[in-house]
């Protein structure tokens, strides 16, 4: 039985992030690296106001999610899958040893950039609770106009289904799901209109740049949550991270891959709840379903002992 490893995405961030991060050496030596690729102190990234930036904001949660991630694997806590939605694939992929981090927050900056500098105003995302992929896709097609465009963009879970576009679109969205007996459609903590086709030429920009970055074949199981299967060669997991800005993110089906691939623990890091109620519905089976998902950031040392538990009880 595996432990999963989920990073989340842009909207887990807060202000102080990287200055709440437990006094580890190996937070220190993530910071250390993360200076050294940037040039520029990383605890500068994480006030309020740094945070309305997407850049700082994609880095901020790359560099948590390998910090806390690391804390966990010198502590005997280590994971065999791992899984990141949207810029959390980012960390996921330096966890599995698939690219370092200093060219990996290389490369989330100009992500970061290029989506910023595309979308500065006037787009932005929607989650719908309480309506299927069907019944929210039809209601998109009412609102999608090219001059006011909306596309599903994420499938968090059966009934939880994320839409982005322009403010109008959006808007539209919004009444039209709350008339259509949704139990909630709120505007997301982002700027920009991510994993749809309207960021497709800032993904080709992205891979471009990627493919001088040195990859290594994954050391760990990686699960591309834009395609919702393990990738097992470097090459495509790093065109996988370059594009997943423009493509749909698949959460519920990554999740329910990962745990026929074995995960019976999944852990989120470095935390936020988002995915740790994400995850219950497809992992919460059993006797122990009130353990089977955890967020670290609720306790890095909890976390640590049940992950250690775990292995004990089922080495397998």
Known sequence: MSIL?????????????????PRDPAVAQTLDEASDALNADPLELDTEQALSSTVATQLCLAIAGVAVAR?????????????????????????????DLGDAL??????????????????GMVAVVGLDEPQVSALVAQVHTAASPAYIANLNAE???V???????????????????????TRLRMAVPSHCPLLEAQAAELAQAAEKAERRAPRLMYVSSSRARALLRAD?????????????????????????RGARLAVEVPGGGTLTRLAHEV????????EAVLDAGAGLEAARMRIQRQRRDDPA
Request: proline content about 4%; aromatic content about 8%; hydrophobic content about 55%.
């Open 5 to 21: 490893f989920m990073f989340p995405g842009q909207g887990s961030q807060h202000a102080g992030m990287l200055h709440a991060l």
């Open 71 to 99: 804390t966990l694997i010198r502590q005997d806590a280590a994971p065999d899958i791992v899984a990141g939605l949207s810029i959390g694939a980012w960390p996921a992929a330096v966890v599995a040893g698939v690219m």
């Open 106 to 123: 290389r490369l989330v900056r100009l992500r970061g950039q290029l989506m910023q500098d595309a979308y500065p105003d006037g787009y």
């Open 159 to 161: 009934r939880q289904i």
């Open 163 to 185: 839409v982005a576009g322009s403010d109008a679109a959006l808007a539209r969205v919004m009444a039209l799901a709350q008339a259509h007996g949704a139990s909630a459609a």
């Open 236 to 260: 495509l997991i790093v065109h996988d991270l370059a594009w997943n800005m423009a493509r749909p993110v698949l959460w519920h089906d990554t999740m329910r891959h990962a745990f026929e």
């Open 283 to 290: 992992f919460a089976r059993g006797a122990l379903a009130r």
